[in-house]
């Protein structure tokens, strides 16, 4: 009985945390960023079900548009069965385009870390597991690195979360897009109940932590 009781309190305890991870987590904005630079530009980001990563970022002002695919193995292919095995290496991620202009990257990796996805989760993001669903971002220039790693360090020297960062911070070495029945899956598969549960609640809070980025249509043109 005791045995029980212990192992209760803790699915109880892990239930009420990530619960409250899915309310989003006000952070400071980075104390570097990126230079705005002209025209369009691209950061790739993993952080469990590309889903929901997708879905979020595709309601952020200044995002022009988001593709579910995958990234960050060495494997020079990839589709969705082979990397849920994980044998490729890849990581579910997104590709987002956007406007430096309206907003920056470091505004990007604010939204990542405060609601797109748990940093202190170990090859895992919510109900998934395995190194497909790591948290890692890529970066496909030098100041993108830079940035990156400066607000780890930033987010870690404020102790802001209660267990360490272990985001990936790596090079871009390829995008691979997913399957088309993975794309704009939150915007037509809503009643989805994994959408329900896991997705719509980080949107919800991207709406009501930054309401000055948040946009209600749908990037893509949608």
């Excluded at 593709?67 to 044998?87: I, L």
């Excluded at 890529?138 to 209660?162: G, I, N, R």
Aim: net charge negative; with cysteine; hydrophobic share 40%.
């Amino acid at each position: 009985m005791r045995r029980l009781l212990s192992t209760l309190f803790v699915a109880l305890a892990a239930c009420s945390s990530a619960a409250a991870r899915d309310e989003g987590l006000k952070l400071p904005a980075p104390t570097v960023d990126a230079t705005p630079a002209a025209g369009e530009a691209t950061a790739v980001f993993a952080g469990g079900c590309f889903w929901g990563v997708e879905g979020v970022f595709q309601h952020v002002r200044g995002v022009k548009s988001v593709r579910a695919g995958y990234s960050g193995g060495d494997a020079a292919h990839a589709n969705y069965d082979d990397v849920s095995e994980g044998d490729t290496g890849h990581a579910e991620s997104v590709r987002v385009v956007y406007d430096p202009a309206q907003v920056t990257y470091g505004q990007l990796l604010q939204v990542f870390f405060s609601v797109v996805q748990d940093p202190t989760q170990l090859n895992r993001q919510g109900p998934d597991t395995g190194t497909q669903y790591r948290s890692a971002i890529f970066y496909a220039t030098p100041e993108q690195k830079k940035v990156a790693d400066a607000y780890v360090a930033q987010l870690t020297a404020a102790k802001s979360f209660p267990a360490p960062i272990v985001t990936h911070v790596t090079p871009l070495k390829a995008f691979y897009p997913a399957e088309d029945y993975h794309q704009d899956y939150m915007r037509q598969n809503p009643d989805d109940r994994y959408i329900v549960i896991n997705d719509l609640p980080k949107v919800l809070a991207l709406q009501r932590i930054y309401p000055e980025r948040y946009v209600p249509g749908w990037a893509n043109g949608r």
